[in-house]
């Protein structure tokens, strides 16, 4: 904690509003990249649902198991006639809304957002460092504010469900945070953090 405090005591009072903006824009943007991620996985699983359902009901329909079960008088064609509808209703919906397509579209733009989300995190460790000019610093923020426009005009809506279940994996499951055991396991005996700790403890 006391480096902590000694580094932010080195940085200047517009560095520290500077780090404030961009922390704000990394939060939204981490936010974003997940609520897509969850966009994606909610309507590729009812994409998946009404494909089975139309399966399930062109077979009823067409395989003559209604009139096995219901017999060809009155009975058998409400049941018919119902499923015939549920199944014009479900080829009409998947004509006009491509959930697939759509799916695709957020997975899209959450890689974009992926990408700058890194690029903010490269940014706010510069500033941190301190080896980063501010004029420098706000030209990359500036170039940064740009290409996310560009996300967001082209990215399809999020929902509340998606953004919810973003939130309880952000929050909740820690989808974001590591510790530092789980981050040296990826990576070579020379570059492991509690490793490195303990050498110089002893």
Request: hydrophobic share 40%; aromatic share 6%; glycine share 6%.
């Amino acid at each position: 904690m006391s480096q902590l405090l000694q580094t932010r005591a080195k940085m200047t009072d517009d560095a520290l509003v500077l780090e404030g903006q961009l922390r704000e824009c990394y939060g939204r943007v981490v936010y974003s990249h997940k609520t897509h991620e969850k966009c994606a996985d909610i309507l590729l699983k009812r994409h998946g649902l009404i494909k089975v359902s139309q399966i399930v009901l062109s077979a009823l329909v067409t395989g003559g198991i209604i009139s096995t079960f219901f017999g060809t008088g009155n009975c058998g064609a409400a049941v018919s006639v119902v499923l015939s509808t549920m199944l014009l209703a479900l080829n009409s919906y998947t004509k006009d809304y491509d959930l697939g397509e759509i799916a695709q579209k957020h997975r899209h733009a959450g890689s974009n957002l992926w990408i700058i989300r890194e690029k903010y995190l490269s940014l706010l460790t510069d500033i941190r460092v301190g080896d980063v000019p501010l004029d420098v610093v706000r030209e990359r923020r500036d170039e940064l504010t740009n290409e996310l426009h560009g996300v967001y005009a082209g990215a399809p809506s999020t929902n509340y469900k998606a953004y919810k279940k973003a939130q309880e994996a952000l929050k909740n499951l820690e989808d974001m945070t590591f510790s530092n055991d789980e981050i040296d396991a990826f990576l070579p005996q020379e570059l492991k953090r509690n490793s490195a700790l303990s050498r110089q403890q002893n």
